[in-house]
Nanobody, 119 residues
Framework: VQLVESGGGSVQPGGSLRLSCVVS????????VSWVRQGPRQDPREGLE????????????IYADSVKGRFTISRDDTWLRVYLQMNNLKPEDTATYYC?????????RGQGTQVTVSS
């Protein structure tokens, strides 16, 4: 199973980015797909921050309070892609963003894509 993220970059506050995650080697069936992030001020011992999550069999997204109303998670079942549309970006959104899939004892994560928000 392989997850490959793309779409990161540097933007000014208020800007937008769309992250993509290409999944191969499995299907979405039974998985919870998520975007998580590791920011420069986060303690690595606390683990990755959950940004947005989507159960494949329950199409109701869950968002961190800090991104509600600004970020949207979606998926394409045909092409096995997961997206994160990020609008009105803030400096505190600066982080490495990872695509993650979890099902039972299985867990997969990509290498990440860097998002930097600064003026």
């Amino acid at each position: 199973v392989q997850l490959v993220e793309s779409g990161g970059g540097s933007v000014q506050p208020g800007g937008s980015l769309r992250l993509s995650c290409v999944v191969s080697g499995t299907t979405f069936s039974g998985f919870v797909v998520s975007w998580v992030r590791q920011g420069p001020r986060q303690d690595p011992r606390e683990g990755l921050e959950l940004v947005a999550s989507l159960k494949i069999n329950d199409n109701r997204p869950i968002y961190a309070d800090s991104v509600k109303g600004r970020f949207t998670i979606s998926r394409d079942d045909t092409w096995l892609r997961v997206y994160l549309q990020m609008n009105n970006l803030k400096p505190e959104d600066t982080a490495t963003y990872y695509c993650r899939m979890i099902k039972g004892g299985e867990a997969y994560r990509g290498q990440g894509t860097q998002v930097t928000v600064s003026s």
